[in-house]
């Protein structure tokens, strides 16, 4: 970076010259008038500075001159009472200011006039060390900068000439109160710059295999022309290896740049272990699709039912070899935790619907909310009813799953990205993973196919639940 300085012109000159006047006659008027009023005490102001010069922006200083109270046999240096000095150097133009002398009961007040006045130069700044003119005439970015003290950035208002004669560009610049710069950088004819190519997102990428791959691309800039970016290569994800892509560009003048990425295609990590997906509350509108994509992989599910949706659907499940199992026919929790009655005439409801569908009752059940709910405690008249269920519900002959994963999708999630994440994030690599999601959660669906390729691509299994699987139980809480 190179800085110059240009030289200041206008108002200082003219103050200078003022000033000079002006002490002259203070001098020569102090030394007659002392004169006149030798003998009788008084305020000499003769060396008071009435007017004066200050630099816009600077920190200011209050500067008087000299009074003295005396005789011509003696004057006694009087220093002001500062009543009224603060100057606003920020503000171009007059102020008047007051400054107050006192003498025993004597005083005297005595304005100063302070012109603040603009006569710092803007500052030209260059990045490069010369200029280069493009074939065609045009001067190549050299990175010039024209900042000033009053206008601020003034880059936009230089103005920049090729001489080609000494092979030199002039760049000159005015500020709004006359004060201007000058800077002189030396030129070639000739472009031997190549572009400049930028990549978008990281050099080395790494990916596994089987993922999407999406190029981030590159930027390309010339200094003299308007340059195509071409790009070479490609990844192919479905084979471990490691990849280039190729970005190049050539200016009107033959310069020729180019810029590599890598892109490493990786073995999926392996894990192992055992996925059941469950789904509660359905069947509902959303459960078709969700069917369709688990037909797709074949892969087999839970569904824990309750009394809504068609009936077809649940035949679906049934018949696709998911396992139908129970999450009770209301889901009213102010209904179904209210008793043990209430709670069995519910699970019992359910259980006769989906025989009725399928021709098998049900013993596989899951309790609104998880056995560790405690929502149950506000409508069980302190009965403690899911330390009673958890009991009589195995007495029954009934065998209840809770989770050990939750996607979400009753609270936090809201998107098919969250419950996507909180799934595979959640995966217990070696064991069970019993995944609770809603089939009546559009976006909770959505997410099922990531789910699938993820755990499939690294080694998991799926399957659906049954009386002898692991039933991840929460622990009771009411
Ligand atoms: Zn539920």
């Known amino acids: 970076m190179k800085k110059q300085q240009g030289k200041a012109k206008g108002g200082s000159k003219k103050s200078e010259i003022f000033l000079t006047i002006f002490l002259t006659i ?3 008027a102090s030394i007659t008038c002392s004169a006149i009023f030798a003998l009788k005490p008084e305020f000499d102001t003769l060396g008071f500075l009435l007017s004066r010069f200050v630099d816009y ?3 200011y200083q209050a500067d008087y001159g000299r009074v003295c109270y005396g005789t011509i046999f003696g004057c006694e240096k009087i220093t002001p009472e500062y009543d009224d000095v603060a100057v606003d150097t920020k503000t171009l133009g007059q102020q008047d200011i007051i400054f107050s002398f006192k003498h025993n009961d004597e005083s005297i007040e005595l304005k100063q006039t302070v012109f603040v006045v603009d006569k710092t130069a803007p500052m030209i700044t260059v990045e490069k060390e010369e200029a280069t003119i493009c074939p065609g005439g045009k ?15 003034l880059t ?7 001489h080609e004669e000494d092979q030199k560009v002039i760049i000159s610049v005015l500020d709004s109160n006359e004060n201007s710069a000058t800077y002189i950088l030396p030129a070639k004819s000739g472009d031997t710059e190549p572009p400049v190519i930028t990549l978008n997102g990281e050099e080395h990428v790494s990916i596994y295999q089987n993922n999407w791959y999406g190029d981030a691309g590159a930027t ?10 071409v790009t070479t290569g490609s990844v192919n994800t479905n084979a471990v290896g490691t990849y280039e892509i190729t970005y190049s560009a050539t200016d009107n003048s033959g310069n020729a740049a180019s810029v590599k990425r890598t892109v490493e295609v990786k073995q999926p990590q392996r894990a192992s272990g055992t996925i059941y997906l469950t789904f509660d509350d359905g069947p509902g509108q959303y459960t078709a699709r969700l069917l369709d994509i688990l037909k797709k992989y074949n892969v087999k599910a839970t569904f824990f039912v309750t009394g809504k949706g068609d009936d077809s659907l649940i035949l679906r499940e049934y018949n696709e070899g ?17 008793s043990e009655k209430n709670y069995f005439d519910d699970l019992y409801r359910i259980q006769d619907r989906v025989k009725r569908i399928t021709g098998v009752a049900p013993t596989l059940i899951r309790f609104p909310g998880g056995s560790s709910n405690t929502i149950s405690a506000n409508y069980d008249g302190g009965q403690r009813i899911m330390s009673k269920l958890v009991k009589s519900v195995q007495e029954k002959g009934f065998t209840y ?6 996607s979400g999708d009753a609270g936090g999630a809201t998107t098919s990205d969250a419950v996507f994440n909180n799934v595979v994030r959640s995966l217990k690599n070696g064991g069970s993973s019993v995944v609770l999601q ?24 799926f399957a659906p639940l049954t009386a002898s699987s692991f039933a991840a139980h929460h622990g009771v809480n009411n």
């Not at 936009?156 to 090729?162: C, D, L, P, R, V």
């Open 26 to 28: 203070t001098i020569f």
């Open 57 to 59: 922006g600077s920190e």
């Open 139 to 153: 001067i190549a970015n050299f990175g010039l900068k024209v900042e000033d003290d009053y206008d601020g950035e």
């Open 156 to 162: 936009e208002k230089a103005t920049i000439n090729y």
């Open 220 to 229: 390309v800039v010339d200094n003299c022309d308007e340059v195509e970016l």
């Open 322 to 338: 998911h396992t139908v199992a129970l999450h009770t026919f209301s889901h009213d929790y102010g209904y179904v935790y209210q």
């Open 401 to 406: 799953f809770d989770w050990n994963i939750s």
């Open 438 to 461: 809603h089939d009546i959660k559009g976006f909770s669906v959505d997410a099922v196919e990531r789910i699938i390729q993820y755990a499939l691509n690294r080694g998991y299994t």
